[in-house]
């Protein structure tokens, strides 16, 4: 056998040993990428050692009947340009997308083995009006199109390799186990009412600033983070009703931004939520800053985030300018490349100084205001349960009250936080405070969660549930059950929690201290040292602690919502597909609850079931944007200076054996907070920003984490059974 395969016309090549068991490419067991490859094989000793290690590699499924398996061989495409694996039919939910993983650094088992540094992610919807314009995927789209014809075989598995000389090599072909194929017909017309919703936005509007749009899941108020990127349509619904219908611009023209009200921040596409990025930019902009340079302002904002979509997540700190801090000039300077002049750089820094001393006062009204709503929503909640309102009744007046007492005042802190943590960066930046001084002061503070940590060391189960059983890991996910209602997922009453020890004061130098009090008068700040680190540390307590307070509303309607299924017949997971609309047409009006609620279910399985089927990218510029994409290889938020290695765990509630592991959340929701007591590792987001709630939190407990991995990133961990986070150096490894 071996001297057939060494051939005189394969004397010169290397070859490659690949699996080919009889159940590997059998329906139900299919196994790609499982077993061993061994290439560069020119030898006849090393051809018969890789066919022995290849077989050898099959005893993981099978252990008995070897003799019966085979191996492939083949020429091996040397040198290889670009290889991958093509799918005929999106691998998670079936639908009729083209899917090419590809990495171009010369190996060819790299994709399929996991291996790959630098993977590749290109959709292509099988309808689509328009061609890659990269003419390699082109022709492994033709290749794919070709295979299913002559197969007969619309789910394919295909890896291919692009030699040195261009010429493409299809090196193995399998059936591909997918869901059953989705409403095709739902799809084309989903997907080319967005393509012109997409090319309707990027218009010029007459009450909005700037040439273009740009659609994303992540740019301001971060809804991939907050709800997922297929959301149920209760949780959407919910996260548009308290935030991102109104309130979210109402509280920027209070703390003086350009007035955005009447623009919902969120479009929904299709199920799937998407920030209208031109109008968060237009309330970004200071009130006073004159309209023409303010229009251009926001059309480099758009343009900016179109050449990068890596900066998707940080915006606030790499696209925008937002407040000022003290390396604001330079970064005017630097980022936009003479675009704008010196005059007109000095009338953007004046403005956001102005601003931001407004914002850094103690008595600003809107400020005052919204620490004095907060204090009212904790006092609301009891008048309402005790009332004699029905449970719609009470379900409306707590999400009204949720939204007019805290979720505006929650944007309100929330803005504070992202000027306060830009202030802080740039101390940093400037070499006035070291990253350890910026890590000791994030610890100092006594946030919720540090105080949650100690509690559960120091109250009874029941006294800890009182005080914090509302809080759920989906804030806004019917589905996600609150500690309270199922408080042994959650934790470990009987075990010694990991706690955390007391907020120690955090001190300065008087050097340090005399410097930034420089620093403070030659920026024309109006504020002393103290006066800043108080203000930083105030902004970022009151932004954790707001968001604990109206949780606690949003958390009691959910509870009421599931009784109100139950009242009618529903479950909770019948309920996560009911629209909140629902609970202000039965308020307002006299129906039967029982049919408006089935009605709504039957309505929102159905709307989801297109959700969960389309496939988009996580940012969108153009209508061509929503049929063909890549999914970008995002550069993640590194928490931390610190290098860990432990083995992998997904989050779940009840997931138990938490020490020392590495966590992979789908998102930073506070809910999480849980995790902390456990005295794991660190943990990986697939979502979230450099300022979001995990990220402080992994500050604060000095914790490694890497926070908004991105899809490519975050799967590359999960088919990993051990990795090491070094966020020193800023990169992920996986170990095996």
């Known amino acids: 056998l071996l001297d057939a395969v060494q051939n005189e016309a394969w004397a010169t090549d290397s070859l490659v040993v690949r699996s080919s068991t009889l159940h590997e490419d059998r329906a139900g067991s299919l196994t790609p990428g499982r077993y061993l490859s061994v290439v560069g094989v020119t030898t006849r000793e090393q051809l018969r050692d890789a066919v022995d290690s290849v077989i050898d590699s099959y005893r993981v499924d099978v252990d008995e009947h070897l003799d019966q398996q085979q191996v492939l061989v083949q020429r091996m495409v040397d040198p290889a340009t670009m290889s991958g694996v093509a799918f005929t039919r999106d691998p998670n939910t079936g639908a009729p997308y083209f899917v090419v993983n590809y990495e171009e650094d010369g190996d060819c088992t790299a994709v399929t083995s996991g291996k790959a540094a630098d993977l590749k992610t290109f959709y292509l919807w099988r309808h689509a009006p328009t061609i890659p314009t990269d003419a390699r995927l082109g022709r492994v789209v033709a290749l794919a199109e070709e295979l299913t014809e002559l197969l007969q075989e619309h789910s394919l598995d295909i890896e291919f390799a692009f030699g040195g000389n261009g010429e493409l090599y299809l090196l193995q072909a399998r059936p591909l186990e997918v869901p059953p194929l989705p409403d095709a017909?739902?799809?084309?017309?989903?997907l080319t009412s967005i393509a012109g919703k997409v090319a309707t936005a990027n218009r010029r509007h007459p009450y909005l600033l700037g040439d273009r749009t740009a659609f994303g899941v992540m740019p301001d108020w971060n809804p991939a983070e907050i709800i997922g990127t297929r959301p149920r349509p209760l949780a959407l619904s919910i996260y548009r009703r308290l935030i991102t219908d109104s309130q979210w611009a109402e509280q920027r023209v209070r703390y003086g931004y350009r007035d955005a009200r009447g623009?919902?921040?969120?479009?929904?596409?299709?199920?799937?939520?998407y920030v209208?990025?031109?109008?968060?930019?237009n309330s970004l902009i200071p009130a006073d800053l004159d309209e023409p340079l303010a229009d251009r302002l926001v059309t480099y904002y758009v343009d900016r985030l179109a050449a990068n979509p890596e900066l998707h997540d940080k915006v606030e700190f790499e696209v925008l300018f937002s407040a000022y801090h003290f390396t604001l000039d330079d970064q005017i300077r630097e980022q936009t490349h003479g675009l704008f002049d010196t005059d007109e750089r000095r009338r953007i820094v004046d403005s956001?100084?102005?601003?931001?001393?407004?914002?850094?006062r103690t008595d600003h009204g809107a400020r005052r205001a919204d620490a004095a709503s907060i204090a009212s929503l904790h006092d609301r909640l009891p008048e309402i349960r005790g009332s004699r309102q029905d449970l719609v009744g009470q379900i409306y007046w707590l999400l009204e009250d949720c939204r007019r007492y805290g979720t505006l005042a929650f944007a309100g802190f929330a803005r504070l936080g992202f000027v306060a943590v830009e202030i802080l960066r740039s101390l940093v930046a400037l070499g006035v405070l070291s990253q350890d001084d910026e890590t000791r002061l994030m610890a100092s503070l006594d946030t919720v969660t540090n105080r949650m940590l100690r509690n559960q060391a120091e109250l009874t189960r029941d006294e800890f549930?009182?005080?914090y059983g509302f809080l759920r890991p989906g804030t806004y996910d019917i589905c996600s059950p609150s500690y309270d209602e199922a408080p042994d997922l959650y934790f470990d009453f009987s075990a010694n929690p990991a706690t955390s020890a007391p907020a120690g004061e955090f001190r300065l130098p008087a050097t340090t201290m005399r410097e930034i009090g420089r620093l403070l008068t030659e920026h024309g700040l109006d504020q002393d040292p103290a006066g800043l680190l108080a203000f930083i540390a105030d902004s970022v307590v009151r932004r954790e602690e707001s968001k604990f307070e109206f949780s606690r509303h949003l958390s009691e309607a959910l509870s009421l919502l599931k009784r109100l299924g139950l009242e009618v017949g529903l479950n909770t997971d019948d309920m996560s597909y009911v629209d909140v609309d629902c609970v202000d047409r039965l308020y307002r009006g006299a129906e039967e609850p029982a049919a408006v609620l089935h009605q709504a279910v039957t309505d929102g399985r159905q709307k989801y079931e297109l959700t969960r089927h389309l496939v988009l990218p996580p940012m969108i510029f153009a209508p061509e944007d929503v049929t063909a994409f890549h999914l970008p290889s995002s550069e993640p938020n590194y928490v931390t200076q610190e290098v860990v290695t432990g083995p992998v765990a997904v989050v779940r509630p009840g997931a138990a054996g938490l020490?020392?592991?590495i966590l992979l959340l789908p998102s930073g929701d506070p809910g999480y907070d849980w995790i902390f007591s456990q005295g794991i590792a660190g943990f990986v987001t697939r979502f979230g920003g450099a300022n979001s709630h995990m990220a402080i939190r992994a500050h604060q407990l000095r914790l490694p984490a890497v926070i908004g991995a991105g899809d490519v990133l975050y799967n590359r961990c999960r088919q990993a059974s051990s990795v090491t986070l070094d966020c020193l150096n800023r990169r992920v490894q996986v170990l095996r």
């Open 465 to 467: 549930l009182a005080r």
């Open 276 to 281: 209208d990025f031109r109008a968060s930019c």
């Open 659 to 661: 020490r020392d592991k």
């Open 352 to 360: 956001l100084r102005t601003l931001t001393n407004r914002l850094l």
């Open 185 to 190: 017909e739902a799809q084309q017309i989903a």
């Open 263 to 273: 623009f919902p921040l969120l479009l929904d596409f299709a199920g799937q939520p």
